[in-house]
């Protein structure tokens, strides 16, 4: 089955999440605190490596930039607060952070090297290993989630279930075309808007981060421009 491993993974978030609102109650805000400070440096960590990746700079900061004024004219971060809003109010869920909850959990979930190489491998091999690991990981990290951002969590596994699948299917008719060098570069821009989010977990300033997702993009294209 093609889209097992996004199915297992969308699961994983669903589970966790439901796990991480159950027990939030016993969580105390001084502990709510250590665990979003830990995550934001977890984060960060994780942005680096991915960064570390990149093989050429220059596109990737020319699709940061070009993304980021791009998705601010498309007005991407109003639409998924708004978004969130609605969904939230729909669903009588509640909760003011509902909408940073849905878009920060979905980009930490969906950008990343394993997202990519996963979804490439069960695409053009039809082997989910990959997935299936990245959903364990995706589980805790839920769970984890979902103790302050609660059913925004939640909803993030209806935008992995659909973006993971898309690219998966994706990759049968376009991953030949995605050299080694492309998606180390796309690995690298998504590991900018990795550190987005951790700078936001760690309260240090709001980063918009929605509206540089047309970066993910642009970089391809750039990146066939400006080989290695």
Avoid: H
Avoid at 144 to 169: D, E, I, P, R
């Amino acid at each position: 089955m093609i889209l097992l491993g996004s199915i297992v993974n969308a699961g994983t978030v669903f589970a966790g999440s439901l796990v991480g609102i159950g027990f939030r109650r016993f969580v105390s805000e001084k502990y709510e605190g250590i665990v979003f400070q830990g995550l934001g440096l977890s984060t960060m960590m994780l942005s680096l490596s991915m960064m570390l990746s990149m093989k050429s700079p220059l596109p990737v900061i020319l699709s940061v930039v070009g993304g980021g004024l791009l998705g601010e004219w498309m007005r991407l971060e109003d639409f998924f607060v708004s978004l969130g809003e609605k969904l939230g109010k729909r669903f009588r869920m509640g909760e003011s952070n509902f909408a940073e909850g849905l878009v920060s959990a979905s980009v930490l979930f969906c950008v990343g090297a394993m997202t990519i190489t996963g979804c490439l491998q069960e695409g053009l091999q039809g082997e989910s290993t990959i997935l299936f690991t990245k959903a364990l990981l995706d589980g805790f990290a839920s769970m984890v989630l979902a103790t302050t951002w609660g059913w925004g969590v939640f909803a993030s596994g209806f935008v992995v279930l659909v973006f993971q699948g898309g690219l998966t299917l994706l990759a049968k008719w376009v991953g030949p075309l995605l050299s080694e060098f492309v998606i180390a570069q796309l690995v690298g821009t998504g590991g900018i808007l990795v550190l987005g989010i951790g700078i936001k977990l760690l309260g240090l300033k709001p980063i918009r981060t929605a509206s540089f997702l047309p970066a993910l993009v642009i970089v391809i294209l750039l990146s066939w421009f400006f080989p290695a």
